[in-house]
């Protein structure tokens, strides 16, 4: 399953890591240290969801078997 996490992180990472920017930006916090702790923080942030999402795609791809 941790080829799954991988996989699913790097779109999730990505997409959290530009959304805390874009709201750093938003809240005009343009300096480089605030845009890189907002990246920084979106990329952690996304470690857990991935696990998330990887462990129901994995039900999905492999569901219980009937014993």
Known sequence: ???LVAV???IVGSMLAGSF???ALTMGRVD???ISIAAVI???AA???SWLV???LNK???PARAS
């Open 1 to 3: 399953m941790l080829k």
């Open 8 to 10: 699913v992180y790097i």
């Open 21 to 23: 920017v874009i709201a």
């Open 32 to 34: 480089a240290v605030a």
């Open 42 to 44: 979106g990329a952690l």
């Open 47 to 49: 470690i857990p969801v």
């Open 54 to 56: 990887a462990a129901r």
């Open 60 to 62: 999905v791809i492999r």
